[in-house]
């Protein structure tokens, strides 16, 4: 009984009681400094290192997130164990802005035929559906991992774009907006259709489109917010003209995209367009300065943007538009009062418009060509009767189509979406753009390979044991 007394009061056990209460202390230390470091916001603990800054949201998301005044519920369509880590993370980043956000994980597997109050389309794996109150809005996971597929059939390659805040910020701010403005697209003319990703971009600006026709409506709806014509191919009726001018008179919005059209033109739109300052030149336009067209091609034109409420974040960005294949504008010296026209951009000096249209055989200036410079879109405030006029007019509708659109990095649809903000008064579009989750290649060129083969495979291991040799011999001398 003695020796037992004795062990329990050595030395050696009191050490070892010492180092477990120490052992419990830390990791005791250490759990409550997990917990307290867990109830860190993200932005403090975890930081974007990625190359496009993928995580890194915009002042625009920052700000929507901010203001919410209403609970938003987001239904993660995954299977158990394949979330995504792009959307998980996304998700954490918004949950770390905002307390009115609750994420959800619904098992498609599990729970089948969930997503099927919410839409008929086939959700992928990752999909997102957001809630707040009646509305709703589903974003697919094949919108929010964007895939360019332009090149692989004649390269191989193709490009890969994460467009989760986009999607996100836009779903966000559709089901807790109240209501949402109309824009009605005219049809019966041979117009042309919003693309499918230009058509998903509106609606992110939470403006509803509807198709209208006047020859069997008889008049422009009461909800109209804007009215929006896109490329007609015939020109509209005397009475579909009359229509719309009293349309424009009440306060109306319109947006008007027009291209070339044969030597008859488009006469009814014209005039229209006469009554509020604005006449279109017969012909192409084609550019004279290099410094105004893209990669020298001198029917794709770059002009120069004017300030205005629509071109003033192109302008503070940096960006340039594309105008393919478009139809000069001039604006009259005398408007009425209550009338302004603001050129949006312009040609250079150097530009002339081809009256042969799609006739010509030759880009040089020719007889009977006109002279620029050329006012390529412009907007119109008319404020001379009790309500004001908005009009937004554009003579060259592939500025909206994919190539351009790009061939600008995406400055062409901003403008199209600032356009229709400003006569629809949203505040607040959505514009931000995908990021490339595309992997940087490093490109070395031949002299330098084999420089570097040389040191890596010769030069550096010579060093480091001519170094290992040097220390033995020296240590072998002490």
């Known amino acids: ?8 009061n050595s030395k050696t056990l009191r050490i070892g009681g010492y180092s477990i209460i ?21 932005k403090y603990t975890q930081f974007d290192l990625t190359q496009n800054e993928i995580f890194t949201v915009s002042e625009q998301t920052r700000e ?19 979330e995504d880590v792009y959307v998980q993370k996304m998700l954490d980043v918004y949950r770390d802005l905002t307390d009115r956000l609750d994420v959800v994980k619904i098992d498609p597997i599990l729970y089948p035929s969930f997503t099927s109050s919410y839409t008929t389309e086939k959700l992928y794996d990752n999909s997102l559906i957001f809630e707040c109150g009646d509305r709703s809005m589903v974003v697919n996971s094949t919108e929010i ?14 490009s890969e774009s994460f467009d989760g805040e986009s999607r996100m910020t836009a779903a966000i701010n559709y089901v807790i907006s109240d209501d ?16 499918v990703d230009m058509e998903d ?52 919005n319109m947006f008007l995209i027009t291209d070339y059209v044969d030597e ?37 034109l770059m002009p120069s943007l004017s300030s205005h409420e629509i071109t003033s974040p192109l302008l503070t960005g940096g960006y340039n538009v594309v105008l393919p294949i478009s139809q000069g504008l001039t604006i009259s010296d005398e408007l009425r009062d209550g009338l302004t026209v603001t050129s949006l951009f312009e040609t250079s000096d150097d530009a002339y418009s081809k009256v042969a249209g799609y006739n010509m055989t030759t880009y040089d200036k020719e007889d009977g ?25 554009i003579p060259s509708s592939m500025f909206l189509d994919a190539d351009p659109n790009s061939y600008s990095s995406g400055a062409n649809e901003d403008l199209f979406l600032n356009a229709l903000s400003w006569m629809c008064e949203v505040e607040g579009g959505i514009s931000i753009h995908a990021k490339s989750l595309d992997a940087e290649h490093l490109t070395i060129p031949g002299s330098a390979k084999s420089v570097l083969s040389f040191a890596v495979t010769i030069f550096i291991p010579l060093v480091m044991l001519g170094g290992g040799v040097a220390t033995a011999i020296v240590r072998r001398r002490k």
Not at 180 to 195: A, N
Not at 202 to 207: C, G, R, Y
Not at 370 to 377: C, E, H, K, V, Y
């Open 1 to 8: 009984m003695g020796k037992l007394k004795n062990a329990f």
């Open 22 to 42: 120490a052992v419990v202390v830390v990791i005791a230390i250490a759990v409550a400094v997990n917990m307290l470091v867990a109830e860190i916001p993200l």
């Open 64 to 82: 929507i997130l901010s203001s919410m005044d209403k609970d938003v519920t987001v239904y993660w369509i995954t299977p158990q164990g394949y």
């Open 145 to 158: 991992f964007v895939y360019d597929l332009s090149n692989y059939y004649t390269t191989g390659e193709y």
């Open 180 to 195: 949402m403005p109309i824009v009605y697209t005219l049809t019966g003319h041979g117009e042309s259709d919003l693309s």
């Open 201 to 252: 971009s509106v609606v992110n600006q939470n403006i509803e489109i509807q198709s209208l026709s006047l020859l069997t409506e008889g008049s422009v709806p009461d909800n109209c917010e804007c009215l929006f014509i896109l490329s007609p191919q015939s020109d509209i009726t005397d009475s579909e003209r009359d229509i719309i001018a009293e349309y424009l008179a009440g306060g109306g």
């Open 264 to 300: 008859n033109g488009l006469p009814n739109i014209e005039s229209l367009m006469s009554s509020y300052g604005v006449e279109l030149n017969d012909g192409i336009v084609i550019e004279g300065s290099q410094d105004y067209c893209l990669y020298g091609y001198v029917h794709y």
């Open 369 to 393: 060509d006109i002279d620029g410079p050329f006012s390529l879109g412009v907007a119109i405030t008319d404020a001379s009767d009790s309500a004001e006029t908005n009009i937004v007019w």
